[in-house]
């Protein structure tokens, strides 16, 4: 069975904070996913990133940026932590291509006091 | 740029009875992919079922079921059967070929209760 973990399941911090989601997946996946869930908004895509070191922008990059310095972790930063990114964070990986399935990580309940 | 609609944010069934969930979308394309992806309460979001576009035949997977309906940009998911385990948001989602990388739109959600 395909296992993607993320670090944390709920995680509080206060405004202005660095804050680290990591994000592992044990499948040999190409692609990594993170996106953020929101009541009455549904999924939205932060970045994403198709190789080691390669990254794209989703499409609400403002406010993160991603590291991919190994093929099976991808973390999630925000810089400057802010209440306006309270909310449930999703990983997911995938082999390439638009045939393959997305397979998602539990979550992280992230709470920007 | 496509957009997927979910226009049920709430929906309740009867355990063991039928409810079909409703997933509408936009696009100039004419060949996608669209997903159906479950994720109960606390717990991993998973696939449920897929479509190919090309493919007349609607996919099924045990007790559930699509209906699409290519000209109308529709693609309900039916669920037979209901079980107490298919409490749940339920999410639509498409993906154009051209998104070589897997990208996915998402709908808004539809959640399902199941009543005893």
């Known amino acids: 069975d395909v296992k993607v973990t993320q670090s944390s399941r709920y995680l509080v911090k206060r405004t202005g904070e660095k804050v680290f989601l990591e994000c592992v997946q044990d499948?040999?996946?190409?692609?990594m996913f993170w996106y953020r869930q929101d009541p009455g908004l549904g999924l939205r895509l932060i970045y994403f990133?198709?190789?080691?070191?390669?990254?794209e922008k989703g499409d609400i990059p403002e406010g993160y940026s991603v590291s991919r310095e190994k093929k099976e972790r991808f973390s999630l930063i925000l810089e400057s932590a802010s209440t306006n990114q309270t909310s449930m964070y999703l990983c997911?990986?995938?082999?390439?291509?638009?045939?393959?399935?997305?397979?998602f990580g539990p979550g992280t309940r992230l709470l920007v006091l | 740029a496509q957009t997927v609609t979910q226009s049920q944010p709430e929906m309740s069934v009867q355990e063991a009875e039928t409810v079909t969930l409703s997933c509408t979308y936009d696009?100039?394309?004419?060949?996608?992919?669209l997903f159906w992806y479950k994720q109960p309460p606390s717990r991993q979001m998973i696939l449920v079922i897929r479509?190919?576009?090309?493919?007349?035949q609607n996919a099924t997977e045990n007790r559930f079921s699509v209906n699409f309906q290519k000209a109308a940009k529709s693609f309900s998911l039916k669920i037979s059967d209901s079980q107490l385990g298919d409490a749940a948001m339920y999410f639509c989602?498409?993906?154009?070929?051209?998104?070589?990388?897997?990208?996915?739109?998402f709908g808004k959600g539809t959640k399902l209760s199941v009543k005893p």
């Open positions: 997911a990986s995938s082999f390439p291509g638009h045939r393959e399935t997305q397979y």
């Open positions: 499948m040999d996946h190409e692609n």
């Open positions: 479509q190919e576009a090309y493919k007349q």
């Open positions: 989602a498409y993906r154009s070929p051209g998104e070589s990388q897997g990208n996915l739109i």
């Open positions: 696009t100039s394309e004419s060949d996608y992919y």
């Open positions: 990133s198709y190789d080691v070191k390669m990254k």
